[in-house]
């Protein structure tokens, strides 16, 4: 499958290279639609030049493909993660994933399976879905410790390669940012 990876997004205004809208796994006959969307502010940040539309905008066009399960893992704040929940049909499994906290169980919204598992990898939720009834069997979450479940090593210099990207951007920006400014006076005449 090399070559076919990607990042899914749903929410971008425009094509960008190794990003698409969704991705559509097939299990037996079931089709699996998987997507994320972003919260527009990210779009603002230091380190992100990409185009976002309102997810309320995105997410109708993609639930349209047909699936018989749809994922959606919505990078926003949970209250608005959950207010679209609310009002947007055909949402079965939706992952918060911006803010920390974790769920100790699903919770259920609009027919939506809310989960939550996002302490800053400290822990990895599990859910077992049954296909047939469309609906959740078992939850865990397992707390990861680093003596028991060691970091991969080709994540962690992933991780650690973006980690110094971000940081020397932001702060060469921030750095320039700051030669814009004019000198503070000081309170002391010469």
Same mark, same amino acid.
């Given at each position: 499958?090399?070559?076919?990876?990607?990042?899914?997004?749903?929410?971008?205004?425009?094509?960008?290279?190794?990003?698409?809208?969704?991705?559509?796994?097939?299990?037996?006959?079931?089709?699996?639609?998987?997507?994320?969307?972003? #919260?527009?502010?990210?779009?603002?940040?230091?380190?992100?030049?990409?185009?976002?539309?309102?997810?309320?905008?995105?997410?109708?066009?993609?639930?349209?493909?047909?699936?018989?399960?749809?994922?959606?893992?919505?990078?926003?704040?949970?209250?608005?993660?959950?207010?679209?929940?609310?009002?947007?049909?055909?949402?079965?499994?939706?992952?918060?994933?911006?803010?920390?906290?974790?769920?100790?169980?699903?919770?259920?919204?609009?027919?939506?399976?809310?989960?939550?598992?996002?302490?800053?990898?400290?822990?990895?939720?599990?859910?077992?879905?049954?296909?047939?009834?469309?609906?959740?069997?078992?939850?865990?979450?397992?707390?990861?410790?680093?003596?028991?479940?060691?970091?991969?090593?080709?994540?962690?210099?992933?991780? #650690?390669?973006?980690?110094?990207?971000?940081?020397?951007?932001?702060?060469?920006?921030?750095?320039?940012?700051?030669?814009?400014?004019?000198?503070?006076?000081?309170?002391?005449?010469?």
């Amino acid at each position: 499958m090399a070559g076919k990876a990607a990042v899914v997004c749903g929410n971008l205004s425009s094509p960008h290279p190794g990003f698409k809208d969704y991705a559509l796994y097939r299990i037996g006959e079931r089709k699996i639609l998987v997507t994320s969307l972003l #919260s527009p502010t990210i779009a603002n940040s230091p380190v992100a030049r990409l185009t976002i539309i309102p997810p309320d905008q995105a997410l109708p066009r993609i639930l349209s493909t047909p699936h018989d399960l749809a994922i959606v893992i919505f990078h926003l704040p949970d209250a608005r993660a959950r207010e679209m929940v609310s009002r947007t049909p055909g949402i079965d499994i939706a992952i918060l994933a911006k803010q920390i906290g974790v769920y100790s169980r699903p919770a259920k919204l609009n027919g939506c399976c809310l989960l939550k598992c996002n302490n800053r990898g400290r822990s990895l939720g599990w859910l077992n879905w049954d296909l047939k009834d469309n609906t959740p069997k078992q939850f865990g979450i397992i707390k990861l410790k680093p003596q028991v479940y060691k970091p991969d090593p080709e994540v962690q210099l992933l991780v #650690s390669n973006y980690e110094k990207w971000r940081d020397q951007r932001y702060f060469a920006r921030r750095k320039k940012q700051q030669r814009k400014k004019p000198p503070a006076e000081s309170y002391f005449k010469k």
